[in-house]
DNA sequence: TTGATTTATATTGCGCGCAATATATTTTCA
DNA sequence: TGAAAATATATTGCGCGCAATATAAATCAA
């Protein structure tokens, strides 16, 4: 109403995925303190949840679980295997794949990790589960939107990922 | 119930921060064919928004806005004034500060992002605006969270950024 | 079977993010 | 005033993310 001619649409505050963007970046600092002494990044233990949930997987099942292809899984499986956590080998069956498995050390890493969501999220005060359970709705929701948006613009072609549907609730 | 011993907390569909870091990713690789036009990446975008919203910032106010910090804006700006949309300036008054502020071309160019949200969402179907609206809300409350946190663990000392509070709603 | 296409992973190059550190300026206060 | 502390930005080094491209293996088709 000053009279200065302005577009609310590009307006910071009405942006969605910039609140998404600082929530991605804030919720990488704040596991770094706590997965550093595991020695591992958080892409590094997203990794390592689906390892330890799956067991042996291929470079592109690890790719559809974490939204992520071979130009950043690649060097990132292979740091992990240069810390001894897991190991690459080819597949017999079909020499174009790499299976990502465990080793017994990585395995054993597990029970150590077993306290960092409650570190995450036990000093995190004034915060409750439902509201948490509501956001990972919400933002659920867009994935599936936002996928669903790649599978319509190209419609002629398979996508150049082919994620499964975000988890339920 | 198949016998094998696990333990919830470390399944990637209990994960809050997963969705986040995946909705993040996406949303990067949504605008890039959507900003590349204009010759933007999306943290410079957001850049934009705040100079096109405020005019002249200083870096440390740039940072505030976008939960940044000078290892990532400085050499962010520095590419933005290769490219002529910004000018950097030694503030008279406070030589330690650095002003940024829009070249002619760099207001300009608001003109051409008009058009990018609804660019953006405008190609989601099935989407609504009461969603993505729930979604900024719920977003915004774990940033509060986890700003509020930063500042509980460490009460003696200022804290490392100092962000204003999130968006209300 | 062979040649073309598809699929799976690896490589390259670039732009973030950020911790740690460095440098320069301003403020504090003894 | 003048030394110490605080503040603002810059630099360094590393690990992502990802588009584009390369390479090799498997599949398909003629």
């Not at 009279?3 to 770094?32: K, M």
């Not at 150590?112 to 509501?134: I, K, Y």
């Given at each position: 109403m000053t009279g200065t001619e302005r577009?609310?649409?590009?307006d910071l505050e009405r942006q969605v995925c910039f609140p998404l963007y600082a929530a991605s970046n804030l919720v990488n600092r704040a596991y770094r303190p706590i997965l550093s002494p595991l020695g591992l990044t958080y892409p590094q233990y997203l990794v390592m949840l689906v390892l330890w949930q799956d067991g042996c997987r291929s470079v592109g099942a690890l790719g559809e679980r974490l939204y992520l292809d071979s130009g950043t899984l690649t060097p990132m499986l292979k740091r992990l295997e240069a810390q001894g956590l897991v190991r690459r080998v080819r597949d017999n069956a079909d020499e174009r794949r790499v299976n990502v498995s465990l080793t017994d050390e990585g395995a054993a890493l597990r029970e150590r990790a077993q306290s960092v969501p409650a570190t995450m999220f036990g000093a995190c005060t004034n915060w409750q589960e439902d509201q948490l359970h509501d956001l990972r709705h919400a933002v659920n929701e867009l994935i599936d939107a936002l996928n669903r948006r790649d599978e319509a613009a190209k419609p002629e072609a398979v996508t150049r990922r082919k994620p499964q549907a975000a988890v339920p609730d």
């Amino acid at each position: 109403m000053t009279g200065t001619e302005r577009t609310d649409a590009l307006d910071l505050e009405r942006q969605v995925c910039f609140p998404l963007y600082a929530a991605s970046n804030l919720v990488n600092r704040a596991y770094r303190p706590i997965l550093s002494p595991l020695g591992l990044t958080y892409p590094q233990y997203l990794v390592m949840l689906v390892l330890w949930q799956d067991g042996c997987r291929s470079v592109g099942a690890l790719g559809e679980r974490l939204y992520l292809d071979s130009g950043t899984l690649t060097p990132m499986l292979k740091r992990l295997e240069a810390q001894g956590l897991v190991r690459r080998v080819r597949d017999n069956a079909d020499e174009r794949r790499v299976n990502v498995s465990l080793t017994d050390e990585g395995a054993a890493l597990r029970e150590r990790a077993q306290s960092v969501p409650a570190t995450m999220f036990g000093a995190c005060t004034n915060w409750q589960e439902d509201q948490l359970h509501d956001l990972r709705h919400a933002v659920n929701e867009l994935i599936d939107a936002l996928n669903r948006r790649d599978e319509a613009a190209k419609p002629e072609a398979v996508t150049r990922r082919k994620p499964q549907a975000a988890v339920p609730d």
